[in-house]
């Protein structure tokens, strides 16, 4: 039975919850709305951005190199290596917005409602824009008490050349669009243990020496993620991973992870069928808090609550275009240390439930 530690503010002034740039930059929003979104986290005390150079076509760091102009000092802020978009050809950049409402509007909709028809046991929750979020949870390795080799069939080549040039390439660009002369944490973003080599390894090391970066890291799954941590364990890694709530082994990363650990998609996962369904967990909390299951917004104060029990000395990072969600967040946070033993609770009783209990 994992025990879930205190919720208390970890060291370096790394706020408990984070905003990530990824959503901001989908649907029809302008420049404008996108960073006054920032601005009210921000307002909220939100003090931890997360972007990279993927992010918005490019766009992302530079928006938050805009934001954080007179604040650099107050905010700390992740980017990443390794992903980067494609190269879109001039006449198309004009139709990026429409492009985007299109795709979240129509598009990811109708692909994540093609998949649960496809997959009657994904359970699947909808978030404050009341779109089906569908995703697909790697198994357990709570039990892992050996290294392990990471996967050699099928492992495919990376996305970049993991090399010293390349590394300095992506870091002076982020640092140039983030308006900035250092990178609070800089993760590789969708890593395997195959990429990594010695000479790559030396150079990240050199780049925290010079000053360009405080911290480096992995931004990977949870699978891709243990593997490094068991190939390179003396490593200084932070570690970001998606972190659902039927994910019951956050606390072997959070051990493993040198600084802080960073869990995201919380509010947008999928949930085990019976111990992870919608009904399920609102039944449970309601049966622990004596609320009403039906109340709005009751399952995401669930999800979140029990992501910063998970993740008691770290940071959970969520993204939202709605003000008022942004605001509500922060004071789930504030409410975060008593609602603690209600987490601790629901969690050990998602985890003493069986997986085929009935929806």
Not at 169 to 174: A, C, G, N
Request: aromatic share 8%.
């Amino acid at each position: 039975m994992p025990t879930y530690q205190d919720v208390t503010t970890p060291t370096e002034h790394l706020s408990r919850l984070g905003f990530g740039t990824s959503g901001i930059m989908g649907a029809a929003l302008t420049t404008s709305r996108r960073l006054r979104l920032l601005e009210t986290a921000y307002a909220h005390g939100i003090r931890h951005f997360d972007t990279a150079p993927l992010y918005g076509q490019g766009e992302a760091e530079s928006l938050l190199g805009r934001f954080s102009r007179g604040k650099r000092d107050s905010i700390t802020i992740t980017t990443k290596f390794g992903l980067t978009p494609r190269p879109i050809p001039a006449w198309f950049r004009p139709l990026i917005p429409i492009a985007r409402a299109f795709n979240r509007r129509l598009l990811i909709p109708y692909r994540q409602r093609r998949s649960a028809q496809q997959n009657p046991f994904n359970q699947g929750l909808k978030d404050d824009s009341n779109q089906l979020k569908i995703e697909v949870r790697p198994a357990s390795i709570a039990a892992i008490e050996t290294p392990l080799a990471p996967p050699i069939a099928n492992t495919p080549s990376p996305p970049v050349e993991y090399s010293t040039a390349v590394l300095r390439d992506q870091i002076e660009t982020s640092l140039r669009k983030l308006r900035t002369d250092y990178i609070d944490y800089y993760l590789l973003h969708e890593c395997q243990a195959s990429y990594l080599n010695q000479p790559f390894l030396e150079s990240l090391e050199k780049l925290v020496q010079e000053g360009k970066i405080r911290h480096f890291g992995i931004g990977s799954g949870r699978w891709q993620s243990s593997c490094i941590l068991n190939q390179y364990p003396t490593l200084p890694w932070v570690v970001q991973i998606p972190d659902g709530l039927t994910d019951h082994d956050t606390s072997w990363f959070s051990e493993r992870s040198s600084q802080h650990l960073f869990t995201h998609s919380t509010l947008r996962l999928s949930l085990e069928k019976g111990r992870g369904s919608e009904q399920h967990v609102l039944a449970l909390w309601a049966e622990i808090t004596n609320q009403n299951p039906e109340r709005p917004g009751l399952l995401g104060e669930v999800l979140l609550h029990a992501a910063l029990t998970k993740n008691s000395l770290g940071c959970v990072i969520f993204s939202s275009g709605n003000p008022e969600r942004i605001r509500s967040n922060a004071e789930i946070l504030r409410a975060a240390t008593a609602y603690r033993p209600a987490a601790e609770q629901l969690l050990d009783a998602l985890i003493a439930t069986p997986a085929s209990t009935p929806i």
